[in-house]
Each structure stands twice: as C-alpha cells, then as structure tokens.
C-alpha cells in the first residue's frame, strides 16, 4: 500500500468502523440500527459504481 491508502484507512475506514461498533453497542434491539446502516452504504456504494461505469468490462484507465 502506499500513502494515500494508509491516509484513506486511517480518516476514513477506522473511524467508519468504530462508528458502527459503537452505533451497534447503544443499539438495544440486537444491533438492527447498524445492519441498516452498513446495507445503506453498501447500496449508496454499488449506485456510486454503476453510475461511474464501475462495473463496464473494459473500462479505459486513462482519458486523455
């Protein structure tokens, strides 16, 4: 990994992950409020991808 991937995991990934373990620890009806959560992001991500064209087969690297 280089730099900007240690920059993304620690300002956004661990902070990600102790908002959920703490969000799923207040919640008293066996963690739902943080299963939504984690389904929310997972379809705003897989939108995000189709939109961008994310999932094309041979998508160009470059666009000069």
Aim: overall charge positive; charged content about 10%; cysteine-free.
């Amino acid at each position: 990994m280089n730099g900007a991937a240690y920059i993304f995991w620690i300002i956004f990934v661990i902070p990600l992950i102790a908002f959920l373990v703490w969000l799923v620890r207040q919640d008293k009806s066996k963690g739902r409020i943080g299963l939504a959560v984690v389904i929310g992001l997972v379809v705003m991500v897989i939108i995000y991808m189709y939109f961008k064209h994310m999932f094309a087969p041979y998508t160009k690297v470059y666009d000069f």
